[in-house]
């Protein structure tokens, strides 16, 4: 039987992308998923091993390949930007200038009468995450 790496016992949550790293953030997402390592492999067609998202999340790998995050973003239901900012491909504001510009893309929440803050929108997808984790 494959024994769950994410603590069942204990809710997983997602802190503001800005004081994390990006292992410790694609770590909290999996927990949320609920999400094994293995599991993980398999849901990006082995794309990325089990024992390679172990380096990611112990930060002893820091800067995957783009293929690499856009596999996982998929898993994890995540904008493939957020990602990538956390990886350094891109800068920090790129991802949530288009919110502070009035431009909005899908993957944004776009049932808002106003532009998002960073931090409202990041609780928004994280809620979304705890929510799609608890479907499956």
Do not use: C, W
């Amino acid at each position: 039987m494959a024994k769950k790496s994410a603590n069942p016992d204990k809710q997983a949550e997602v802190s503001s992308t800005s004081d994390q790293t990006l292992g410790k953030y694609l770590s909290s997402l999996r927990g949320m998923k609920k999400m094994t390592l293995r599991e993980v492999e398999n849901a990006t067609d082995k794309e990325v091993s089990n024992a390679y998202l172990s380096q990611l999340e112990n930060d002893k790998i820091t800067k995957p390949a783009p293929s690499v995050l856009h596999a996982l973003a998929i898993v994890y239901g995540q904008p493939y930007e957020r990602l990538m900012e956390k990886a350094g491909y891109l800068p920090a504001s790129s991802a949530s200038g288009a919110l502070r510009s009035g431009k909005r893309h899908g993957k944004t929440a776009t049932f808002a009468n106003e532009n998002l803050t960073d931090d409202e929108e990041e609780k928004l997808i994280e809620y979304l995450a705890f929510l799609r984790s608890r479907k499956g």
